[in-house]
């Protein structure tokens, strides 16, 4: 499986961004769609979930309110729509693809390449 992960930046505080994570080749229905995230000198930690075909969202405690994981199942594709963003919420963000088991261990069972959100204060 290949992912391709695009639309971080640097934003301000409050501001809002979307990530995309666009899988291609060797995906089924029964997977699932992650993202995570690795802060500097912290390790990964997992963000939020999506089933196939997004009737099943799971997030962390972090950003549950203010984050919202959907999947558009025609693009193969999933979103990460990003509101209220705070500075902590700062890291390289990856996209993932696996199990609903192997994205809850964080043993997912493909990554994305990161891409980088920096929320400034």
């Known amino acids: 499986v290949q992912l391709q992960a695009s639309g971080g930046g640097t934003v301000q505080a409050g501001d809002s961004l979307r990530l995309s994570c666009a899988a291609s080749g060797g995906t089924s229905s029964s997977d699932h769609m992650g993202w995570f995230r690795q802060a500097p000198g912290k390790e990964r930690e997992f963000v939020a979930s999506?089933?196939?075909?997004?009737?099943?969202?799971k997030y962390s405690d972090d950003v549950s309110g203010r984050f919202t994981i959907s999947r558009d199942v025609a693009k193969n594709t999933a979103y990460l729509q990003m509101d209220s963003l705070k500075p902590e919420d700062t890291a390289v963000y990856y996209c993932a693809v696996g199990s609903a088991r192997g994205i809850s261990d964080g043993s997912p069972r493909s990554w994305g390449q990161g891409t980088q959100v920096t929320v400034s204060s």
């Open positions: 999506v089933s196939w075909h997004g009737g099943r969202m």
